[in-house]
């Protein structure tokens, strides 16, 4: 069986719509796919989660927060799409993302950019606002020559639009996604650029704010790292998940395609 609990759609910062994503991952031999937007779950409006459709959806989502100065994302699998306390937090989130999308067009225009924010609403049209769609809209007015480079320039790590401070607390997440009877999964934990020692911290702060599991292997990694998150998922005893972040076909990593969870680990699928 081929899991594969993290991917996005245009309903957030992918490129494939949900039924096109759902047909690649099926496509692929995909057996269960979890569709974890950014902070929304507009996607599921839009595809069958009938058991007998393959690959048979599992309810997602991926909510941004901040740890020690770290943007950190946490994926709820498994959750109540109709539960109340998620739909408030979800809404928390819709209205923080607005305000960080005005904080990085007031930042962007400091350095000479005129307000891009009437074209960066425009862009991301139904979709959930951020910074990917202010990186296009540099492309679109010839700043840059593509996303990457405006990322690189602009919107990465340290540069001028890099705003995390609008989320909610990590205990906070955890909360929603439990009371909606989902697994909060930390998300991709060796890409955050940490050591290891500080990636220690944070599971520990995770586990201990009622995290359940985390990514074991997402997308394409090294092999050493995939065995330092399987002893860290089992020294803080929790499960272990799988994805390939998928964002769009020419990306690092296709549905379904990344290596198997180690067997020392518990899956995430055998506690539910």
């Known amino acids: 069986m081929i899991y594969d609990l993290h991917t996005h759609t245009t309903a957030s910062d992918g490129a494939l719509s949900p039924a096109e994503l759902v047909r690649l991952a099926g496509d692929n031999s995909v057996d269960y796919l979890a569709i974890t937007d950014h902070d929304t779950l ?117 540069k001028t639009g890099d705003v995390k401070q609008c989320w909610e607390s990590m205990p906070e997440i955890v909360s929603w996604i439990r009371a909606a009877g989902g697994t909060p999964v930390l998300a991709h934990p060796a890409k955050y650029g940490m050591t290891w020692t500080k990636l220690r911290e944070l599971i520990k702060e995770f586990s201990g704010a009622g995290g359940l599991a985390i990514e074991v292997v997402c997308g394409a990694q090294e092999l050493r790292t995939t065995k330092k998150l399987a002893d860290l998922s089992n020294e803080f005893e929790l499960a272990a998940s799988c994805g390939s972040d998928f964002h769009q076909v020419q990306s690092w990593s296709a549905p379904g395609r990344f290596a198997a969870l180690p067997d020392s680990v518990t899956k995430v699928w055998d506690t539910w």
């Open 42 to 158: 507009k996607a599921y409006e839009h595809v069958d989660t009938e058991i007998n459709v393959k690959p048979i959806l599992i309810v997602g989502i991926e909510l941004s927060t901040v740890w020690a100065g770290h943007g950190i994302h946490i994926v709820g699998l498994n959750v109540d799409r109709e539960n109340s306390v998620l739909i408030g937090g979800i809404e928390k989130q819709m209205k923080a993302r607005v305000l960080r999308a005005k904080t990085i067009a007031h930042r962007l225009k400091r350095t000479g950019i005129d307000d891009p924010l009437p074209a960066v609403l425009k862009i991301a049209g139904s979709s959930m606002i951020g910074r990917p769609h202010f990186a296009q809209h540099l492309v679109d007015i010839g700043l840059v020559k593509n996303v990457s480079a405006a990322f690189r320039k602009y919107l990465g790590s340290g």
